[in-house]
């Protein structure tokens, strides 16, 4: 006779993974990152945050900004993320993530913030307005990542002393009063590429860069991606092969090596004799069909701001009873009255 299983099913990990609405997300982001996430969401209990509080440590225009919150999102949806399983939301609308972040500021050293190497880069290249914002950043993070009890968060290697700042701020915290935060884990996946800037190659492609040329949008018309593409810095030499010294071509090769499959021998091989501009122009084609189903999805969201505006509330309500409950415990063991 079979017996019947009473084996609970095993909790899935939480995985917490935020973007930035600090411009409209580049290639960068979506090799680097968002290409992932929805393999990410099917494996573990996925939370998915626009981080518009972080965004503003550095200036945003309003106008733009409100656009940009609503266009991550609904690239969040275009990537296949699905609102039912997994929790998409907008970090502003859970109150909660500013108020832990107070508090965790008043547990953490102004000392091991100030070796925060993000926040030294920043400082130059926002020296008109070095806030404490920028300065406080990492904590806020620790924040995000901390309400939710989150095991795992894939970092990149400019996060990883983020969130190790995030485990010791856990750690201390757990250690004055008692277990409180779930210490997470760095979540070491499919290692999406480092795509730098098409014009200076030894920079990663950012979308708050000024020029441009530097990044793809995931927006960007077909013809601009070619154009960008087409005016990317390279080097002399004209031949297509990876090597020190050739970031440029490296780069260009990373990125048609993420959009077609093909390792870096294959491509050598098949441009072998080939000029710059035929590698060029089988980059900026790769790179449009890759990010042709993203942008007509993409469209069709942002064409319905009702249901953005539904997924959004749904998201921030779930997120919330989550993180209200870890705030509610910080809060007692702290000393607080509760309302
Ligand atoms: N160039 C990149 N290559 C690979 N991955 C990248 N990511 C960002 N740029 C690249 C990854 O994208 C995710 C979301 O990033 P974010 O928006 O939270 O912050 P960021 O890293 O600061 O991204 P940007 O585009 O450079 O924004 P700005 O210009 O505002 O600073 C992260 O997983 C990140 O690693």
């Known amino acids: ?136 950043y990492p904590v806020l993070m620790a924040a995000d990542i901390l309400l939710y009890q989150a095991d795992l968060v894939p970092v990149g290697a400019d996060q990883k002393q983020h969130l190790e700042i995030a485990r010791d701020i856990a750690n201390r915290f757990n250690t004055l009063y008692s277990p409180t935060f779930t210490i997470p884990e760095p979540y070491i996946g499919k290692q999406g590429a480092r795509v730098m800037s098409l014009q200076s190659p ?36 004209g031949c297509v092969r990876y090597a020190d010294g050739k970031d440029g071509i490296n780069n260009l090769m990373s990125i048609y090596s993420c959009c077609t499959g093909l390792s870096d021998a294959q491509i050598e091989h098949d441009f072998q004799g080939k000029g710059y501009g035929d590698f060029k122009v089988a980059v900026a084609e790769a790179v449009i069909e890759e990010l042709r189903p993203v942008r007509e999805k993409f469209d069709r969201y942002m064409g319905d701001k009702a249901y953005l505006k539904d997924v959004a509330a749904q998201g921030a309500e779930r997120a919330s009873r989550i993180a209200n409950r870890t705030l509610q415990k910080v809060m007692k063991k702290v000393g607080f009255v509760l309302p």
């Not at 154009?227 to 030499?237: C, M, P, Q, R």
């Open 1 to 136: 006779m079979d017996t019947p299983n009473t084996q609970p099913e095993a909790r899935k990990k939480r995985i917490l993974s935020c973007i930035q609405p600090s411009g409209i997300p580049t290639l960068g982001n979506y090799l680097g990152a968002l290409k992932n996430w929805k393999t990410l969401a099917d494996e573990f209990d996925g939370a998915f945050a626009v981080a518009d509080l972080h965004a503003i440590t550095v200036r945003q225009d309003p106008a733009k900004f409100r656009q940009q919150i609503q266009q991550v999102l609904a690239l969040l949806l275009a990537i296949g993320l699905d609102p039912e399983q997994s929790i998409l939301f907008i970090q502003s609308h859970v109150p909660a993530h500013s108020q832990l972040a107070w508090i965790l500021n008043c547990y953490t050293q102004f000392g091991e913030m100030s070796r925060m190497t993000q926040f030294k880069d920043k400082s130059q290249s926002h020296a008109d307005n070095v806030n404490v914002g920028l300065f406080a």
């Open 202 to 237: 030894d920079k990663k492609m950012s979308k708050s860069d000024p020029n441009p040329k530097g990044y793809i949008s995931v927006f960007d018309a077909p013809e601009v991606i070619m154009k960008k593409i087409k005016s990317a810095v390279t080097d002399s030499e």
